[in-house]
Every structure is written in C-alpha cells, then in structure tokens.
C-alpha cells in the first residue's frame, strides 16, 4: 500500500471492492475462531454439568480480584480500540497513535495481571499434571476444571500476544501516516479482532471465575 | 477460435522464470502449481504405505511386516493421504488454479495469504515426515483418546501438530475462496450464472472454515495432553474420550464432504461439456452443494453407532445421515440425465467422470448400509468400511481430480496430454480400483475386521485379488504421472479452448496471462450454454484482442 491512500491491489477493481472483500474477510476469519474457541466451550460445558460441585470448588480457587480487574483492564481496551478506529475513520494522525499506544499498554497490562495469576497457580500446584495436588475429595474433577482454566485462557493468552504484535505494527504505520479517512481498513480490522478477543474474555471471565463464587 | 498462438506471447508461466519468480509467487495459478507438486508427492507418499500394506495382506500370516509396524503404515497412510493430498487436491489445485478464471477476476482477494497458504501446508506436511521418518505413528488416523493421548508411545504429539499447522491452510483457502466468490465476480456473473465447480467450492469452503478449527483445537488439546499432562480427555480424572470422538467427528464427518464435494464441482463441468448439453437442473445442483455441506455437520454419530453413545442419539444420526443421500442422488440423477441424448465423447477425462458416477454410487448406497443402525453392528470396522470410504475418496473423489487435471491441462500448460494414453490409464484405474476394493466388501461382510495384519486362511483369495488391484491401480496411476511430464515439453500446443467448452476460464488464452485476461470480461448469458446459444460470444463487445 502506497502513500496515495486510495490505491488498491491490483487484483481489485477499485478501493471499495478492496475494502468490502477485507471486511468479509475478517468476519469469516472471526467465524472460524468462534469455532476454534466453541470446541472448549462445549467440553467445559458437558463438564460443567457431569461434574457441577468440583467446577464450582474449583472456581474459588481463582483470583476473584485479578480477574475482574482483567475484565475491567481489557474491557478498557476495547474502548481505546474503538476511539482508535475512531480516530482513523476522521484522519486523525495523532489520536490515532495515541489511542493505539494506549490500547497496547492496556492489552500488555492484560497479560501481565494473567501470568501473575499462572505463576501463583504453578504456586499452589493447580497446575494439571504429576505436580497437581488439591486438597479434598474433587481433586481429580478439579484437574479437569484447571485443565479447561490453562487450555481457555491460554488460547486467549495466545491470541491477545498476536493481537499485541498487530497493534505494534499498526502503530509503527500510522506514525508514518499511512492511515488517512479514504483509506483504513487495517486499522477497523484489527479493531474488530481485539473486540473479538475481548468477547471471548468476557465468557470465559464468569465461566471459570464466578461458578462458585455462590458457595463462599 | 483456436488461432495459433503466437510465439512469443507473454504468459504466467514464461512472465519470468527462475525458482524465487514460484517460490514468492502471488499468482493463484503458480500457487495451484506448487500445491499440485505437494499433493502429488505426499500422493505418493502415501501410495507407499499402500503398497506395504497391500504386499503385507497378500498372506494370511505377519510375514513382511510386525504388528507394530503395520499400525504405522495404515496411520501414516491415512494420515497422509487424508490432510496432505485429499483434502487439498481438487480445491488447493484445480479450485485455486480455477476460481479466478471461471468467475472473471484477476486473482483471489488475498494473493499474499494464498502463498502462505501454501507454506502452511508444506510445513505441516514436514511435520507429519519428520514423524514419520523418527518411527511412526500407530494410534490410525483417528487419534482415538486415551490411546493417543496417554498410551502410545509413538510420535503423536508431532503429527498432531502437523495436522493442526495444516488445517490453518485449509482454512485460509476457504475464507479466500469465499471472498473471492462474494467480491470479485466479473459484470454479469450474478451467482445462478457461476459454472457448478464454483459452488461446489463455496459449499466446501464453509466447511473450511466451520469445520477446521475444531479439528484443530481438538488435536491442539491432544497434544497438551500429551505435553503438558492436561487431562481433559483422560479417564483417570473423569475425562471422557467420547467427546474427543464426538469433537473428532463433527470435523472429520464433515472432511468427507471436503473431499468429495470439489469432485462433484469438477464432475459437473465434465459431464456439461463432453454431453454437450446445458446441465439438467442447475439450481438443484448448487443447492445440493449446500445442502450436503449443512446436512454434513449434523451427522458425525453413525461414526459412535458402537462407541457407547446413547441409543437414541444413534437413531437420529442414523435417520439424518440417510438424509445425505437426497442431495447426493439428486447430484447423480442430474448428471444422468445431462447425458441423456447428449451427443456424448468419450475424451479421457469423460471416462473419469463416467466412472466417477457409477463407482460414486456403490460408494454411496453402501453408505446408506452404514447408516443403518442393524447393519452397521455387524459390519462396523470391518473391511466393508474401508471399501465402502475408498469408493468415496479413491473412486470418486480420486477419479474426479484425475478427470479434472487432464481436462484443464490444456489450460494449465497450453499443451494437450496424449489422449489414447490417457483413456488407457483411465481404463487401467477404473478396472484396477473395482479389483482392489470390491473384494474388501465381501472381506468385511464375511467378517474380516480392518487395522489387523494377520488374518484366517480363508480370506487370502478375496486379499490376493485385492493386491492384484492394487498393483494395477498403481501402474494406473503412474502413466498420467509420466505422460503428462512429457506433455509439458512434447505436448500438441492446444489452442485457448482445445474442448469447445463453456465457461470463462475458456475465453482467455492458454496458458493465461498473469492478470487471467486482456479485457476483463463481461458476463451475458447463464453457466452451459451449449446448444442453442452455442455461438453467442461471452463478451458482448466482441472477443479482446490478442485471441
């Protein structure tokens, strides 16, 4: 992509096409992740309901706090990335780098509170394995629940460092001024991505946080 | 119509030249090519785990291979055959090579993610060979848990995680396929114009990218398992390998549909072309398309019929997976009656498509065998299966590959294929193909079970007539390998449309220029129209130039 914003591929007829085939593009990209994350949504689910006491004990084993300051964090993030399309949308250079710098740090603190929270279960031996030790009689259900807790938040670990990388490079192009009105699709994509992960953050959150916080 | 072609006309393939001007290609018909060398090595590559396993049940006795052995070959064989040349054969080729051309766009959406496609594939393809050359894998293509989670002691982790790299490729193939279809189609080309290869790969498309990434994420918590000691599938904890089976299923049911449907895309531009007559019913077929890939996802259970899953779970399985058949006979009833009083030729890739309809048939009614809940008790895992899925993949879907290399040949190289060799080794591939696995439906119904090396005595002659087959399959399938090498070189120069056909991809030169046409065409009149309109022009300002 040049400096003249409206110059498309060449395989496109004209910007709009171009612009309309990206967009179609990031929603069936987005379909399939909703596949990819649905395969453990639906384990935890039958999980869930075979072993119902075991999740629920499990889940107060979470940090309640770390989490929903995660969920806040993130959550924050989500709008910095809506005030950065924003900003694109109007040609707004300098909003535009702040508020992506700004979704950056959040997204960077997001990552930082959860690998706390790895570390203090790897801590506590809640993690799955020869070294998981859980104290009581669910322990072996509740391997499972951590199982679910690892695998989930770490392929949303996983997509938020990719989610990270895109941002660090859509900052390093619109402090170069690539990004104007006529031409922002890379900016409304990656936009879409992160409120995607968001979401995906926002059911795990109760999911594995909230379950038993009814038996304390 | 085919004027000579000038000498020294610029095309994809003489536009440069050199192994970087493929390897960072972004043209969709040099990417078709680096698929087509990837999928005909891992052909191969499986093709030797065939042939091992074939020589091995040539005896009733374990004389060439141990037991362990055995179950690498028939996993690596299916493993490799299944990700690495079913799935991406007829799309990744002839779909990726095709689609640009047949709907009038310059290439697919995203050239660059089709490139990477491509390197996707080939790395998740030197996972599974590094696998297999550090001793196997033995858990069968299916990676049953707790077998491969926890008991095998082979290279699980490092297959799965080349299957999983390679579905990513899967999935950007479609998603560009399903752009490209949605954005890019030329003036004119409204979609009950769109030639039927083209919604067959729309309907597979969306199994792409609904169906991969469970298979991934599946596969992906195998291997945690494995590496990291998760246990969500591992009956120690509570964890319950039906849902890795239920998980397995509802991507790899669906995968059948991967494989076959681009057949049927391929087999409806053959039958049209080589009947000469528009097809019957078009609507029927395309929608036949979706409606295989939708009814697809809702039947992955009659693979559980025995697994322990409740009875009337299996009822319903059993009556929707009946329902498949509708929109497949639907498929092969059309078809039937596209030949009729067509004025039919019986060029080399016709023969493909003729053979693909009878052998697509016994593939599928004996499905419907499976399908039934009584039926399927007695014949589960025995060898009734593997002939019965062998004339789905190999039969039909093989054959329709096969059919759709040589009748766009032409296109691909701008040279033809020796035409009486090439109806020899079709010939050859039918005949050695019914002689291979029509046997292994009696095998199985008397009650030989699949995966076993050994096998009683009174099996051997249906087992030698097998390996016969095999053999002659085999030399079936070298023939074209060798003759269409030396077509590129020796071939006759074939003109922009050696077969008549209808269809943009024949309105441009062969092979075409990089941007597919000179003049981007306008579309006037619908998909077929052989007859009557014969010979009215696509383009209604008259042919562009340079044609």
Redesign the interface.
């Known amino acids: 992509m040049s400096d003249s914003s409206i110059v498309h ?4 007829d004209d910007a709009e ?1 171009q612009h ?2 990206s967009w ?2 990031m929603w ?2 987005l ?3 909703v ?6 949504f ?2 935890y689910t ?2 869930r309901s ?2 119902p006491e075991a999740f629920a004990d499990a889940s107060n084993h979470l940090d309640i706090w770390l989490g929903t300051i995660n969920t806040a964090v993130l959550i924050g993030s989500s709008f910095t990335m809506a005030l950065a399309v924003r900003s694109a949308q109007l040609g707004a250079r300098k909003p535009l780098v702040r508020f992506l710098i700004l979704t950056l740090v959040l997204g960077a603190l997001f990552l930082g509170i959860k690998f706390t929270e790895y570390y203090a279960k790897i801590e506590e031996h809640l993690v ?3 070294n ?1 030790s859980y104290a009581g009689p669910l322990g ?2 509740a ?2 629940f951590f ?2 807790y ?2 989930m938040t770490g ?1 949303h670990a996983l997509h938020m460092i990719i989610g990270l990388a895109l941002l660090t490079a859509l900052i390093v192009k619109a402090g170069r001024g690539r990004f104007s009105s006529v031409y922002n699709t890379p900016v409304e994509l990656v936009g879409l991505y992160w409120h995607f992960v968001d979401i995906v953050w926002i059911f795990l959150f109760p999911l594995l946080y909230l379950v038993g916080r009814h038996l304390q | 119509m085919n004027g000579p072609v000038e000498e020294r006309r610029q095309h994809y393939l003489n536009v440069n030249y050199g192994l970087k001007s493929w390897l960072l290609t972004v043209d969709h018909k040099r990417i078709a090519w680096l698929y087509l060398v990837g999928v005909t090595f891992f052909f191969f590559v499986g093709g030797l785990f065939a042939t091992l396993i074939r020589l091995e049940l040539l005896t009733p006795q374990g004389d060439l291979v141990q037991a362990e052995t055995y179950n690498k070959l028939f996993t690596m064989h299916g493993v490799t055959m299944i990700f690495f040349f079913l799935i991406p054969s007829i799309p990744a080729v002839l779909g990726n090579f095709l689609i640009p051309l047949m709907i009038g766009a310059r290439d697919l959406a995203f050239p660059r993610l089709n490139l990477a496609s491509w390197y996707i594939y080939i790395l998740g393809g030197l996972f599974t060979l590094a696998a297999a050359a550090a001793g196997g894998v033995d858990t069968g293509w299916t990676f049953y848990t707790p077998y491969s989670s926890i008991y095998s002691n082979t290279h699980v982790a490092l297959t799965v995680i080349g299957i999983f790299i390679t579905g990513f490729s899967s999935i950007l193939t479609g998603l560009n396929f399903i752009v490209t279809i949605h954005t890019m189609r030329a003036p004119g080309m409204t979609w009950f114009r769109l030639p039927l290869f083209v919604w067959a790969h729309y309907a597979t498309s969306i199994i792409f990218i609904l169906g991969t990434p469970v298979i991934a994420i599946t596969l992906a918590l195998v291997a945690l398992e494995r590496l990291f000691g998760l246990g969500i599938f591992n009956p120690e904890l509570g964890g319950d390998p039906l849902l890795f089976q239920h998980l397995f299923w509802f991507y790899s049911h669906p995968a059948v549909y991967i494989m076959i449907l681009p057949g049927m895309g391929v087999i409806s531009e053959l039958i049209t072309c080589f009947s000469r007559k528009r097809v019957f019913g078009y609507d029927f077929i395309a929608f036949s398309s979706l409606a295989i890939a939708v009814l697809g996802f809702l039947v992955w259970g009659h693979h559980m019929f025995v697994s322990g899953q409740s009875v009337y779970a299996s009822m319903i399985f059993s009556l929707l997976s009946m329902l498949v058949a509708i929109p497949s006979a639907v498929k092969v009833f059309n078809w039937t009656a596209t030949l009729y009083k067509g004025s039919i030729s019986f060029d080399a890739p016709m023969l493909y498509a003729l053979g693909f309809i009878g052998l697509f048939t016994i593939g599928g009614l004996t499905g419907l065998f499976l399908a039934t809940l009584g039926v399927d008790i007695h014949v589960h895992d025995t060898y009734f299966v593997i002939a019965h899925f062998h004339y789905i993949m190999v039969g039909s879907a093989v054959m329709a590959y096969l059919g759709g290399i040589h009748f766009w040949w032409p296109k691909m190289t701008g040279r033809k294929y020796p035409e009486p060799l090439a109806r020899l080794a079709a010939v050859i591939i039918f005949l050695g193909f019914n002689l291979t696995f029509f046997p292994q439906f009696v095998l199985g119904y008397l009650g030989m079970p699949r995966r076993y090396h050994v096998y009683p005595p009174e099996f051997q002659v249906l087992n030698v007539m097998s390996t016969a087959g095999a053999s002659i399959l085999a030399v079936g399938y070298v023939l074209p390998l060798a003759y269409l090498i030396w077509s590129l070189r020796y071939g006759v120069v074939a003109g922009m449309n050696p077969w008549k056909a209808k269809g943009l991809e024949w309105e441009t030169t062969s092979p075409p220029p990089t941007d597919n046409f000179e003049v981007m065409p306008t579309v006037v009149h619908e998909a077929y129209a052989y007859g009557a309109a014969e010979s009215q022009a696509v383009y209604p300002a008259g042919k562009p130039a340079n044609v």
């Open positions: 591929a060449h395989q496109f096409q309309e085939a179609l593009g069936v990209f379909a399939t992740e596949m990819f994350f649905g395969g453990m639906l384990g039958i999980y075979t072993y799955p394995g020869s998981f072996r259900a391997q499972i199982s679910f690892f695998a392929m």
